[in-house]
């Protein structure tokens, strides 16, 4: 996969890419400033000892739009927002993540999620967990105008659900 790591790599971008079998598709740490557009992920299984994703933000700011994850039935997220990140993801696909979730957002972190389709993934389409967000605040995660649907068939059952805001 790709990797950006702390300030060298601020103002980094990536267009028009196609990422396959990786299993750290793309990983930022300590990145502002970095542009994620019409890049496709597939065939990946997205897992890398606890980084989990097909994209991982770490205290990072990526813009991300019309980007396109295609998971398989071991891929685990397909999108991590952690550590205090923001930056936004829109107009963009996750689907199939077979083993996990479709967006994550933790650890402080205040994305804009807009207009995504999050689309049969193994538990959440999106999930907020202890994200220490404030009710009404203003670093709350801004999630608008998504289609999520067909998350959290878990065992062919329903189990989980398309949007969890959880101890957050």
Known sequence: GIRFVNSGANNSSLNYCDINYASMPIKATNTSSLTINNVAIGNSNFYNGGDDAAMAFYNSSPNISNATINGRPDSW??????????GS??????????????????????????????????????????????SNGPNNPYIYGNNVRRNGFAYGIKYYIGIDIHAS
């Not at 199939?96 to 993934?121: F, K, L, T």
Request: proline fraction near 2%; hydrophobic fraction near 30%; charge should be positive.
């Open 77 to 86: 997220n397909g999108v991590r927002f952690a550590s205090g990140s923001t």
């Open 89 to 134: 993801i829109t107009s963009s696909v996750i689907r199939q993540c077979g083993a996990g979730n479709g967006i994550v957002i933790q650890g402080s972190s205040y994305p804009r999620i807009m207009y995504c389709n999050v689309d049969s993934n193994y538990y959440h389409g999106i999930l907020a967990v202890y994200n220490g967000v404030q």
